[in-house]
Each structure stands twice: as C-alpha cells, then as structure tokens.
C-alpha cells in the first residue's frame, strides 16, 4: 500500500513568490492534516480536511496560506506571496474515516524562503 | 497554557540505562494517545498507540494517568538508535484533531 506522499521534497523561492506543496494521502483515508515545524519549534497543526470538507482551520497563519482538497483525495496548500518566516518543514498526515486511529505522515516538504 | 506539553530536554542517557519522560494535556475531553518518534529531517512515526492499562511494546512501556492527564513513556535498556525526538500527540474526538506536543529529545550515548 502506499503511503502519504508529499511533492515536492524541497523547494527554495524568493521572498514574494508563489509555492504549491502538494499531499497524495493513502487512498480511503478521509481524514488529511497539514502541520508545520519551523527551525527549533514544536510542530503546529494547520488545518484538517474531511474529505474535500475544511474541519478545521484555525492553525493557519493568515491569508497568505490557501489549502485545498478538491474531491476529497489529494491536497495543495499554496503559500502566496511567500515570506521569510515561511521557511520550514511542512508535514502531510492521513488517517482513517474513524479518526481515532493512527495518523501516518508524509516525509514532508522542506521549504525555504530566501 | 499549551494543550499538550512535554519536556523538550535533551535527556542524555547512558546506552543501556532506564529513561522515561512524560507528556501533560489539558483537554479532559481528549480520547486517545500516541507517542510518534521523529528522526531528524525524517517524518514522525508511530511508536505506540496509549492505552488506559499501559502498554508494553519490547523495551518500551507507555502509561496514561487520566486522573491526572499525562501520559509516560519508558525506554528500557537504551540502544543508541534510540536517539530521536519522542512526540507525544493527543487525540480529540471533537473534530478528529491531533495536536501534538512540542517533543522530547533523547540522546543515547555508549
């Protein structure tokens, strides 16, 4: 089975321009969380899908940051007009419709910001 | 008051020593637990799911104290490939949202 994968692996913009992360999560799994770490801070949840349904946004940072889910299957979360303080790894997870199980990550997307 | 906190340490650890670390939630509603081991520039992975018996898994024993909501975990016999960031996430049914702890790092050192 494959596993939640993210796309692209890195990415290095200039401040002001336009990155798309992707997430492919494993096929069934409803539920779609992106989380973000920055350089030496805990890793802070983003938003969460349901399906193509936004559960949960209230970890994004402002309105610079758009996530979508068309269809239910994989996701995009577009960062527009990047900013230094974007630079970090973006994590992708998937889980189960039930919620209550294990959520399995992607490798993530390093971004940087320069 | 952050929802789930733990220890950032590092906690070094002779190779073959004992160590545990807990991790606190605040949220009374939360329903179910997990530690995930994350390695550096890796994703995090499951350890162990939390059980409200405890539950061992080889040298690894994990608690839940919902009385007083933490959660522990105990490494037995610490091998160097131990040597991660330990995340304690919580689970709350409300929402199906996992938050996740700051980590805790552990260094096992022969």
């Known amino acids: 089975e494959a596993g939640v994968t993210q796309f692209p692996s890195h990415s290095v913009i200039e401040k002001g321009q336009t990155v798309t992360l992707r997430c492919d999560p494993i096929?069934?799994?409803?539920?779609l969380y992106w989380y973000r770490r920055v350089m030496g801070k805990e890793i802070k949840f983003l938003l969460h899908?349901?399906?193509?349904?936004?559960?949960?946004e209230s970890g994004m940072p402002n309105n610079r940051f758009l996530a979508e889910r068309t269809g239910g299957t994989y996701s995009t979360l577009k960062v527009q007009p990047a900013e230094l303080e974007d630079s970090g790894v973006y994590f992708c997870a998937s889980s189960h419709p039930t919620g209550n199980t294990e959520a399995f990550f992607g490798q993530g997307t390093r971004l940087t910001v320069v | 008051r952050k929802e789930v906190e733990q220890d950032p340490g590092p906690f070094n650890v002779p190779e073959g020593a004992t160590v545990a670390f807990n991790c606190t939630y605040s949220?009374?509603?939360?329903?179910?637990f997990f530690w995930y081991r994350q390695d550096c520039r890796k994703e995090p992975k499951l350890l162990m799911s939390?059980?409200?018996s405890g539950n061992e898994d080889g040298r690894f024993t994990a608690q839940l104290n919902r009385a007083s909501q933490y959660i522990s975990l105990l490494i037995r016999d610490s091998k160097l490939s131990d040597s991660a960031t330990y995340l304690c996430v919580v689970f709350k049914a409300a929402g199906n949202k996992l938050t996740f702890g700051g980590g805790t790092r552990v260094l096992v050192k022969p």
């Open positions: 939390v059980y409200s």
């Open positions: 949220n009374s509603a939360s329903q179910s």
């Open positions: 096929s069934g799994h409803d539920n």
């Open positions: 899908f349901v399906k193509e349904s936004k559960q949960d």
